[in-house]
């Protein structure tokens, strides 16, 4: 089971898709209007960004380094994180388009183990007094053990965008693959 949150962009227009399974439909949709109670959550036709005579530039964001490894949440953040992101995607003009989409699945305990196994590795290592070496900051052991006891969840990132030429379908992904840099922290980034 999945969930595929969606933003898509032309011209003068930026809209909010979300794609779920029918069983769970009902949940996802109270959840949106807890969080935003203003609102408008009805079901619409697939949306088409792309143009007959439009290039494409596409890619998909992954993790550098590994999943138990946080990035930066949006409580570390100084600015709202959307709002950059609805700026960027906000310079399409006529004939252009561009989506993000953001795919989302349960994920399993491999990663939360993979991140329990190096906090044990390294306070092994550390408990050791003829040995040790204190590589590691406690401050970054706290973030990855934090990280490791919450619920986890496989996110693929996809940016796609669809514009006159070639050039100016990659100026807008670079413009907009650029905003998730401010998600990057000292321990992993896109």
């Not at 960027?88 to 006529?94: E, P, T």
Request: hydrophobic share 35%; proline share 4%.
């Amino acid at each position: 089971k999945h969930l595929s949150f969606e933003i898509v962009a032309k011209k003068e227009d930026i809209r909010f898709y979300v794609a779920v399974p029918e069983e769970i439909r009902d949940l996802v949709e109270k959840q949106i209007h807890g969080a935003y109670p203003g609102a408008e959550v009805k079901e619409v036709d697939e949306y088409n960004i792309f143009s007959e005579k439009g290039k494409v530039a596409f890619c998909s964001l992954i993790l550098r380094s590994s999943s138990y490894n946080p990035i930066k949440v949006y409580k570390e953040l100084p600015t709202d994180p959307l709002s950059s992101l609805t700026s960027s995607l906000a310079k399409m003009q006529d004939g252009e388009g561009a989506a993000v989409q953001f795919l989302i699945t349960p994920a399993d305990s491999k990663w939360s183990k993979g991140g329990r196994s190096y906090l044990t590795k390294t306070k092994k290592a550390e408990s050791d007094p003829e040995k040790a070496k204190y590589s590691v900051d406690p401050k970054t052991m706290e973030m990855i053990e934090n990280k490791c006891s919450k619920r986890g969840f496989n996110v693929t990132i996809r940016v796609v965008v669809s514009s006159h030429n070639k050039d100016m379908a990659q100026s807008h992904l670079s413009n907009i693959v650029s905003v998730f840099g401010q998600f990057n922290s000292d321990l992993n980034g896109f």
